[in-house]
């Protein structure tokens, strides 16, 4: 009988699996959280619906009229009933949803550009430079947003461009302020030290080592950034400086009914469901992925 010792079977991973990484563990209690999971399917299906207004069949041309028809409730031919003009309130709404969600796309993307490089360059560097571009920062706060953007569409020009660049440029401030305090909780870090003893200059490790560890909290403010956009672009149609004819989003379909509203209450009704629902999901989305993106909860893994 053999009594040598045998080497000690290797330790069981941890929850008894293969250790999984940050981002797949995050996707993973995401998928867990039910109203964030709904959230992203609605949409996903309505930005593929207004992706594909302009090839679905049987969607009328928001664009015609028909006045002898008129503004009507909605029946089976116009399910979302028409407006003043005779124009389908369904087209209208599908295609305005293309508009809006641009918006607040580009808008958003604007201001991801601007504040991520902004606060990274500003939590980096430090010192002086620091004080200085975070002062800038108060400065710019302490001004209201409307203001900076009436000023920028009035200067330049209303088009559908300057309104994405026009609403990106007062969005940056607080997504540079969050880049910043990553940044410095991060920058003394091992492999920053690291990648600096290798020899790399300070915009590759900034922009290759750094902000790639900063990614958690931006995917969350972005998602909550993209709603803000919306809302404050059908904020400014209220005024005449959003989306200009004839061209039409959700806020000035929901800014047009509104002066309508005690005759033809569907033309409100049903871009407001719309805006609403929209908003809505990508603040379920947002907070889905603020649990799942939070290092400090992770009592649920497995």
Not at 217 to 245: D, N, R, W
């Amino acid at each position: 009988m053999d009594l040598s010792p045998r080497p000690a079977d290797p330790a069981p991973a941890l929850g008894g699996g293969r250790p999984q990484s940050l981002w797949s563990d995050a996707w993973r209690r995401l998928r867990r959280n039910r109203a964030a999971a709904a959230a992203a399917m609605i949409l996903i299906t309505i930005s593929l619906v207004s992706i594909a207004a302009p090839w679905l069949p049987r969607l009328a041309d928001p664009t015609t009229q028909n006045l002898a028809l008129g503004a009507t409730p909605p029946t089976a031919a116009h399910w979302f009933g028409t407006d003043e003009l005779g124009r389908d309130t369904l087209a209208r709404v599908i295609h305005g949803g293309r508009i809006s969600l641009l918006v607040g796309l580009i808008a958003t993307i604007v201001s991801l550009i601007i504040g991520v490089s902004y606060g990274a360059i500003s939590g980096y560097a430090g010192g002086k430079l620091d004080e200085f571009l975070m002062r800038v920062v108060d400065i710019l706060y302490s001004l209201p947003y409307i203001f900076l953007v009436i000023l920028l569409l009035v200067f330049f020009s209303r088009s559908l461009i300057m309104l994405f660049v026009a609403l990106g440029l007062v969005q940056w401030l607080t997504m540079a302020r969050i880049v910043r305090g990553q940044v410095l909780s991060i920058k003394h870090q091992n492999f920053v030290e690291a990648a600096r003893a290798l020899g790399a200059g300070d915009r590759a490790i900034i922009f290759r080592h750094i902000v790639p560890n900063t990614l958690g909290p931006v995917i969350v403010y972005t998602t909550l950034t993209v709603p803000a956009v919306i809302l404050q672009e059908a904020f400014l149609s209220f005024l005449g400086l959003g989306v200009q004819p004839p061209n039409a989003s959700w806020g000035t379909l929901v800014s047009d009914g509104a002066r309508v509203l005690a005759l033809f209450p569907w033309l409100v009704i049903f871009p407001g469901i719309a805006l609403s629902l929209t908003l809505l999901c990508f603040n379920f989305l947002g907070d889905g992925l603020r649990d799942a993106l939070d290092p400090q909860d992770r009592s649920d893994v497995a």
